[in-house]
Nanobody, 120 residues
Framework: QVQLVESGGGLVQAGGSLRLSCAAS????????MAWYRQGPGNQRELVGS??????TNYADSVKGRFTISRDNAKTVYLQMNSLKSEDTAVYYC???????????????WGQGTQVTVSS
């Protein structure tokens, strides 16, 4: 069983910073693309940023220049969020594409979500 465990959410004032972490645990061959999504009140879940195992990144236009996604090993991904705005308020979800033994097939996993609230 693969689990994604997130941490780092909370309440911050507009203009402040937060750092989210997500660690994958369990039995797997590899963790491939990892990403952060978010879902604000009344909104659909949207991609915030992603990173492949090779280091290629992709960001939503709304966070470019403010948010940075990084990985410090094959199993942990971070989201550094700077210059936070009230519209960044959402539940943030970690996502990972994981290759499982013995099939070598790739599966998608989600974290439980962590609340980020930005007060204006």
């Amino acid at each position: 069983q693969v689990q994604l465990v997130e941490s780092g959410g909370g309440l911050v004032q507009a203009g402040g910073s937060l750092r989210l972490s997500c660690a994958a645990s369990g039995s797997f061959l590899s963790v491939n693309r990892m990403a952060w999504y978010r879902q604000g009140p009344g909104n659909q879940r949207e991609l915030v940023g992603s990173m492949t195992v090779g280091g290629s990144t992709n960001y939503a236009d709304s966070v470019k220049g403010r948010f940075t996604i990084s990985r410090d090993n094959a199993k942990t991904v971070y989201l550094q969020m700077n210059s936070l705005k009230s519209e960044d308020t959402a539940v943030y979800y970690c996502y990972a594409e994981v290759t499982l033994p013995p099939s070598g097939l790739q599966y998608q996993y989600w974290g439980q979500g962590t609340q980020v609230t930005v007060s204006s």
